[in-house]
C-alpha cells in the first residue's frame, strides 16, 4: 500500500513540475505599428508591428489586442510602441499558419525621440 502511495504521490509531483515547466513565457517586441490593415475573407488582426529581430533584420508580426490588453489606447498608426504577450500560431484560410503576438501589455518606445 505504501509503494501505491508513493508512486502515485511521484506521478503528481511530476506533473506539476511538468505543469510548469511548459508555461510559455511571455515576450516583447519593441518597433512600429501599423494599423488598419485589411486583408481578403479577413485574414488579419488588422494591425502588424514591425521590428528588428536579435539580427537586426525588420519583421512583421500581427498583433491581436483584446478587451484584456492594457494600453491599448497607444495602439495607434505609426506609433512606437513595446509590446508584451505571448507569441501564438494562428491558422488562416488563405494565408496558412502565421505568427502573432497577443498583447497583454503596450507601452510607449520612450527610445525613440519624435
Known amino acids: 500500500m505504501k509503494l501505491v502511495l508513493f508512486i502515485f504521490l511521484s506521478l503528481v509531483a511530476l506533473n506539476t513540475v511538468a505543469a510548469q515547466s511548459s508555461a510559455p513565457t511571455p515576450t516583447t517586441l519593441t518597433g512600429v505599428l501599423h494599423t488598419g490593415i485589411l486583408a481578403i475573407g479577413g ?28 494600453g491599448a489606447v497607444l495602439a495607434t498608426d505609426g506609433a512606437h510602441v513595446s509590446v508584451t504577450g505571448l ?22 518606445d520612450t527610445s525613440v525621440k519624435r
Open 43 to 70: 485574414d488579419t488582426t488588422g494591425r502588424v508591428l514591425d521590428y528588428n529581430n536579435p539580427q537586426g533584420q525588420k519583421k512583421p508580426i500581427e498583433v491581436e489586442i483584446t478587451t484584456q490588453t492594457v
Open 87 to 108: 507569441i501564438m500560431v494562428h491558422h488562416y484560410i488563405e494565408r496558412g499558419d502565421m505568427p502573432r503576438i497577443v498583447a497583454s501589455g503596450i507601452k510607449a
